[in-house]
Each structure stands twice: as C-alpha cells, then as structure tokens.
C-alpha cells in the first residue's frame, strides 16, 4: 500500500506544472552546489558548505513538499465544490417534487374528473378542461415535462404530452402509489408509462375521495431530469473547463454527464469511498483525478440514493492561473493575509525566515572568507578566492529566492483556494435562494387557479359560508407549506376575505393598503405575478419580506374576481438558506466569525447571520461586491472589525423562468460570504517581528580587483538602516553572539566579556555607544571581533547584520573634521559614498576602532559619543 501511494504521489506531481518549475530550479542549483563545495575545498578559502546545503536541502523539501500537497488541495476543492453541488441541488429541488405530487393529487378538478370518470359522466369537454389545467400547471412548475392521469387498473385516462403514446401500463408504480403508507412514491427507471425513455423519474400517488376512503386513481408527475441537469451543469462548469460533473446512481453508473462525449451516460465509474478525499483513477484509457460526494440531505429527504461526482482528466488537473485568480486584489492586503497564522502553521510561516538565516549564516561564512583572504592571500589568490566567494553567496542569494518564490506560490495558492471558496458559496447562497423563490412565483399562481376560488369570488358579495370554505383551503395549503407564515385571499376590491394564520385574524375585512394591490389589479394573463418589496408589512408583524400576488380572475371571462397574496416566512427561511451554506470546520461546526448575508441592489440586508447586519439595516463594508453584473461572482479581501477577510459575493441570475429575460419581475440580490483569514494585530505584530530581524546582507563588490594603491577594504555592517563600516585589516571575523557574561555597574552600552580563542574581550552594542533608537539584542545581533592594530588590542562590536566588504579609495572619505570641525568628539572618522553591488549609491560612515576601543573599559567615566 506504501508503495503505491508512493507512486501515487509521483504521478499527481509529475502533472503539476508549477511544482516541477520549481524543482527544476531547484536541482540546477544543487548541482551547482556541488561544484561550488569542490571549489572551495580545493581553494581552501575557509567556507564550509556542508551544514549551508543540508539545510538549504531540508527547507526546499519541506516547501516542495506543501506545495504539492496545497497544489492537489486546490483542485480537490474545487472538484468537490463541483460534486456537492450536482448532488444537492437536485436534491432539493426534488424535494419539491416529493410536495407537489401530495398537494396535486388533492386537486378538486382531478377528484371530480375521476368521480365522473367512473359514474360515466366523462365528456370531452371534461378532458379538455382537465389537459389544460394540468398545462397551466407545467407552464408554472416547468420542471415537469409530462403529467399522466391512470384509474385503478392503470389505463391512462389524461397526459399532456401528445407524441407519448401509451394507453395502459402494467408499471409496479400503480400498485405501490395506491397501496403505499409514505406521501409519495419515487422512482427512476424504465417504466412503460414513458416507453420511449430508457430512464424515467417519476413522482406518484393515489387519489382518493374527499372523504379518503376511496382511491379512485393515481397521478403521476413526470421530472424534466435531463433538461434540469443540463441546467445545473450550465451554471457549474464553464465552457473552458476540462472537469466532467456527473451524476451517479446507486450502481455508480453515470444517469448525467456534462459532457456526454467524454463520460457517457450509462458508463459504471470508480469511486472514492466514504472517508476517502480524491481518487486517481483510469477511464477510457485516460487517468482521472476524481471526487465522489454523497448527499447532506434536505429536511430529512434523502433523495433516490444518488450521488455527486466530479473528474478532471490529470494532464490538466492543476492548471492554475494565480496570477489571474488573484488580480486586482490589494497587493497590500494580500501580502498581510499571506502572514496570517489563521491559515498557516508556525512551520510554513517560518520557511522564508529559515531560509533568509540560511543565508545570513552563508554570508556571514562568505563574509569572513573575504576577511581571511584580505588578511592572509596573496594577490592572485585572493582574486580567484573572493571570485569564488562570490558564486557561492550569489548562489545562496538564488536558492533563497527560489523558495521565497516557491513559498509565496504555496502562500498564494491556500489564499486563493478561500477566495474562491467564498466565491463558491455565495454562488451556492443565491442560487438556492433563486430556485427556492422560483417555487413561490409558481404558488401563489397556481393557487390563483382554484376552482373554488375562482367560482366563488365571481358573485361581488362572497357569503359567510363561501369564505370559510376558502379559509379551509388556504389552512390546508398552509399547513403543508410551511414556508409561509401567512396566506390572503381578497376581494377584487382588495379586501380582506380569509387568512391562514389565525394571529392576523384582525385583518379580515380590512383593505389593503400596499402597492402591490395597484399591481395585482393589472395582471392580465395566468402566468403573470407581482412581488413586494423587501419591506415591512402589517402581514408579517411589522417585519420586513417578500409577499408575491396572483390574480384571482374568472374562468369564463378572464376578468380580475380577486387575489391571492402568500407571505414568505422570510427571517427563518431566508436565515435557514445561508445556515446551510455557511463555510464549516472538518467537524461540521461553524467556522469561527465567518458570516453570510443576502444583500439587495439598494444595500439593504435582506438576511443575515451576523447580529452586526441586522435584517433592513445598510450593508457598506464592500459595497462593490453587491452591484455585479447579473449572475455573476467575485471575491476580494476585506478587513472588517480586526479580521482580514475572503469575501465572496454572486449576484442573483434567477432560475429557469423566474427572473429571466422574460421575467417583469427585477429584484437584484447579491449573497456574500465572509470567511476569516487572520487577526489584523496578529498578523501586524508577525510582520513586525519579521522587520525588527535584520539579516546580514552581504554581496562581495565587483571593485574588489585591481586594487588601487591608496585603496583599502571595508568591512561593513548595518545599524538599523545606517550602513558603517571600518577597514578590513581591522577585522578578525564574525560570530554568534552566545555565553556572553554581562558584567555588574557597566555603562548602558557595554554588553559583557566574551571568550574568543582563549582570550577574555570587551563586548560592546554599537547602537546603544552611539544613542540610537535601534534596538538590538544578542539574539538578533552579529558580533564582530576587531583589533585596533592587529594586536592583542581585541575586543567585540555587536552589529544589526553584515554588510558588503567595498573597495573604497583614500579621496572618496571625507573627514568628519573638515563636514563638524571637531574630530575628536565622534567614533565616527568619516564619509563615503560608495556605489554598491546592486548600483545604487549609499552613503557609508568610517568608524573608528581606536575609539570603540577606547569605549570597552566599564569603569570610564567618558561621556558617550554620537555620530
């Protein structure tokens, strides 16, 4: 099994385009490394690399490393996002179905068509009645392509669908709809009912008398599968994709494919495994990285057994294009949240500043060579050694930077993998609300074609009795859909006739006062509905929603008799939807501060998780987000109330016919997804810490050669950001500077004694002699041993980092004495401007080491000098 997980991983990383650019890279150096390290023992220069390549060594496998593991993370996301979707989607919308098929089989017109049915009272005109109630029914759930009425022996009494040429049926359905204790029967299957379809889902049950003693029929509502996954797979998979999303049965073979040609339907496909992330997997000759995702579930309805899959052949798995993911992000922020310890673990973090005192540590090697060699070598020598010198700190430089590359893409891509993932649920948000929504466009028409309703309303004086007819109807309604906390029925007038809930009881006999009755009293078809606007309403306690209307209106005449109106239980429903698309933790729980609102055009908060965008207050943290184009989605990053956040946002497309091109209702709404990436003071105070550490910063200078006659050496060091430096025959080496004793009652700036080479030496902190506000401590410090005449005269300077050894001629030092007038008062002795390796001109300061020296006496009582 280790073998081949090994394998495994060797073929994921040998398609990882980026890894191996970067491993490319990686081994040149190496080899490289392995010239250099022959050189410099044959050379005998003093620069051991052995200990720098190891480590270099450990910090690049380490990267590489979590790059392939963030890399195959990455595509797993999105191919699992892909899989969650194709499965739950469809699961909710045929949870609807599992409602309508319980709610249709009550229709009076259906009752009493089958009661005439088996009195011999049926006539054409009867039929013809029946088939276009049963189209205005598919004109408004379009996701049905076919309704089929049976009697008890299964001979088809009414359908719809005209080329479906089917008289009886033998199906098993039959029976089971007539004789089943669940609200419903499901099946997907062939069945002789649709003869020409290999596969059919059908929704099925009895209907019996009013008293329910009787069955008298079964019903059967047949889903539009094919034409509602090419829907989902539209919305999911963009033209330029290489992933395939399927459908899967409980056999594991393919029911939908968005693309047919290259997954075909009826093909049985390997799955992962509960537990299991990905799979890598052969089809058709061709290797797969694929994702199998089982359904959540929606209210407690598990669906046919069906599962989400998503695969992407391997070639193309991990094309990713971050720089064009993460475009037009603030680079400022982007930057801060690549510090987050939210996302990162200490080790990741740590990798650039590993490998920065990698090469701190180098250089100071490097740096001292040059030191021995200015010391020690002969001329030739000591131009091939410091050439040498050279290739190996430039070397260093290359490999450090090669991680910080390879880090930065690491970095980046588990902060574009939250963007997107915001993105993905904002996505996820607005489409449920859409197609949620769209069922409520479809109720309140469909509930408008009532036949009580209609014949009732027709007289303008409606009886007592009449009205608490309709008031059982609309309780009824109410009690199987609870998605609605209140149901009107009005008079064309636009008064109040009966209420479902019995709390706005207050309200009957009352007229409306509200815009959308101007509205509903100018539907002129069927199809057509009005909305109010996310508003509050005396109809739902004062509280804002949305309320849709139908006309009510004459069968014979078509004129307006009155209205419906439904009032969307919106706070519990609306909060439900984006509690359910919430971003959790492994364990299911929400994540940690993360929260989603449902946004309008106007910026008003139509729902929210958070107590900080209350339901009508004004959403401005990223108001940019909430006016994108239609159907659209986008992410950025956000600091809001300390966090840095992935905000993920997607406007509103509708779905199928509601709020199409077609559509006269216009409502913009924008979902967004806030999902932490860090603690803004955490990741100020990581970055903080990353700039007090002040790395040695040596590059050996390329006026080295040729010295001229009056020319001398400097060694340099940094200050904080001021650059110094003394000659280089002063200098003996660099060290760490560890088991430094501090020595009682000594001025500020008088670190301790150190043991070097069996000698006892002063140690002095070059900041504090010089009263600069730099603070340096010995962990973070360099010591640089010295001697004031290259003699016994030792003693130890502790420094911010080290700095370039130039080759710096007599005339280009300008005394202090002739810029102060007063020499004497300065450790410093002079000025010069010296043009350094990467050609930028920086101003350097002469220190002088007679007077450092003069400094490391602990019982002077001199005052301190300043530059």
């Not at 537990?275 to 359904?295: C, H, M, N, P, S």
């Not at 008062?825 to 007679?850: C, E, H, P, R, W």
């Amino acid at each position: 099994m280790e073998k081949q997980n090994i394998a495994t991983k060797i073929r994921l990383e040998q398609s990882m385009m980026g890894l191996n650019y970067y491993k490319s890279e990686i081994n040149h150096l190496q080899s490289l490394w392995d010239n250099l390290s022959l050189l410099a023992q044959l050379s005998g220069t003093g620069t051991d690399m052995t200990e720098t390549r190891k480590s270099f060594t450990s910090v690049s496998d380490n990267v590489l490393s979590d790059l392939s593991r963030e890399t195959l993370n990455k595509t797993v996301n999105r191919l699992s996002s892909k899989a969650y979707v194709v499965i739950n989607l469809i699961i909710r919308n045929l949870f609807e179905r599992t409602a309508d098929i319980g709610f249709l089989s009550t229709d009076d017109d259906v009752r009493e068509f089958l009661q005439k049915y088996y009195s011999d009272e049926i006539t054409d005109q009867d039929n013809d009645h029946l088939k276009v109630r049963f189209h205005e029914y598919i004109k408004k759930y379009s996701v049905y392509s076919n309704i089929l009425l049976l009697d008890t022996s299964g001979n088809v009494l009414v359908q719809l669908d005209k080329s479906n040429l089917v008289s009886t049926s033998k199906d098993d359905l039959i029976f089971e709809a007539l004789n089943t204790k669940q609200p419903y029967v499901e099946v997907y299957r062939h069945s002789d009912l649709i003869p020409n379809s290999e596969r059919s889902l059908i929704y099925a049950y009895r209907v019996t008398s009013l008293e329910g003693n009787k069955n008298l029929g079964v019903l059967c509502l047949c889903f539009h599968f094919e034409n509602e996954m090419q829907g989902i797979f539209k919305h999911l998979i963009k033209p330029n994709e290489w992933v395939t999303g399927i459908m899967l049965d409980l056999e594991d073979q393919v029911i939908a494919s968005s693309d047919p040609y290259q997954i075909p339907i009826g093909a049985k496909l390997e799955v992962s495994k509960v537990g299991e992330d990905w799979i890598l997997t052969r089809f058709a000759g061709r290797e797969y990285l694929a994702v199998t995702r089982q359904t959540q579930g929606y209210q407690g309805y598990m669906g046919p057994g069906w599962k989400g899959h998503a695969m992407i052949p391997l070639e193309y798995a991990f094309d990713h294009d971050l720089a064009s993911e993460i475009n037009g992000l603030d680079r400022d922020l982007l930057a801060k949240v690549m510090r987050s310890p939210l996302l990162f673990s200490n080790s990741l973090l740590d990798i650039p500043k590993q490998a920065a005192t990698i090469q701190s540590k180098l250089n100071q090697s490097v740096w001292n060579g040059n030191i021995w060699e200015t010391r020690n070598s002969a001329s030739e020598n000591n131009n091939f050694s410091k050439m040498l010198l050279w290739e190996i700190s430039s070397s260093g430089f290359k490999t450090q930077n090669v991680i910080e590359r390879t880090v930065a893409e690491l970095y980046q891509t588990v902060v574009s993998v939250m963007l997107q993932s915001s993105s993905f649920f904002a996505f996820l948000a607005v489409d449920i609300m859409d197609r949620n929504l769209y069922e409520r466009a479809n109720d309140c028409r469909w509930w408008a074609l009532t036949s009580t309703f209609r014949k009732t309303l027709l007289s303008p004086k409606v009886a007592k009795s009449e009205i608490q007819i309709i008031e059982r109807i609309i309780i009824y309604i109410n009690s199987l859909y609870t998605v609605y906390d209140n149901i009107l029925v009005f008079d064309r007038n636009g008064k109040i006739l009966a209420v479902s809930n019995a709390d706005y009881r207050e309200f009957v006999d009352t007229q409306i006062e509200a815009d959308w009755l101007s509205r509903t009293k100018n539907i002129r078809t069927s199809q057509e509905y009005v909305v109010s606007k996310f508003e509050p309403s005396p109809y739902y306690k004062g509280k804002p929603t949305y309320i849709y209307c139908a006309a009510i209106r004459s069968e014979e005449s078509g004129s307006m008799v009155g209205g419906i109106g439904i009032v969307f239980d919106s706070e519990p429903q609306f909060r439900a939807m984006l509690n359910d698309i919430s971003p959790r933790r492994p364990d299911g729980k929400m994540i940690k501060d993360s929260f989603t609102l449902f946004v309008d055009g106007s910026f008003k908060v139509v729902s929210s998780t958070t107590e900080d965008f209350p339901i009508g207050s004004e959403f401005n943290v990223i108001p940019h987000l909430c006016k994108l184009e239609k159907g659209s989605n986008a992410f950025d990053i956000a600091l809001y109330k300390g966090l840095y956040y992935a905000v993920g946002a997607c406007s509103s497309e509708g779905y199928r016919e509601y709020k199409d091109v077609n559509d006269q209702y216009k409502n913009e709404i924008t979902a967004l997804i806030f999902i932490p990436l860090g603690n803004a003071a955490e990741v100020d105070a990581l970055l903080e810490a990353d700039r007090a550490i002040q790395h040695n910063q040596f590059k050996p200078s390329s006026n080295n050669n040729n010295l001229a006659i009056d020319s001398t050496e400097y060694a340099t060091f940094y200050i904080g950001d001021d650059w110094m430096g003394v000659p280089a025959r002063n200098v003996l080496e660099a060290v760490e500077p560890i088991n430094i004793r501090p020595v009682p009652s000594s001025p500020p700036y008088y670190v301790g004694l150190y043991e070097y080479n069996k000698q006892v030496i002063s140690v002095i902190n070059l900041p504090k002699l010089l009263n600069s506000e730099v603070p340096l401590s010995t962990d973070k410090a360099q010591l640089i041993i010295m001697t004031c005449d290259e003699g016994n005269n030792k003693f130890g300077l502790l420094v911010s980092a080290l700095g370039e050894i130039p080759t710096i001629s007599k005339n280009q030092v300008e005394p202090l004495n002739i810029i102060f007038g007063n020499e004497t008062t300065y450790v410093a002795t002079g000025i010069a401007k010296i043009q350094t390796s990467d050609g930028k001109g920086k101003m350097l300061t002469v220190l002088s080491t007679v007077k450092m020296h003069a400094r490391t006496n602990p019982s002077t009582d001199a005052l301190l000098v300043t530059i």
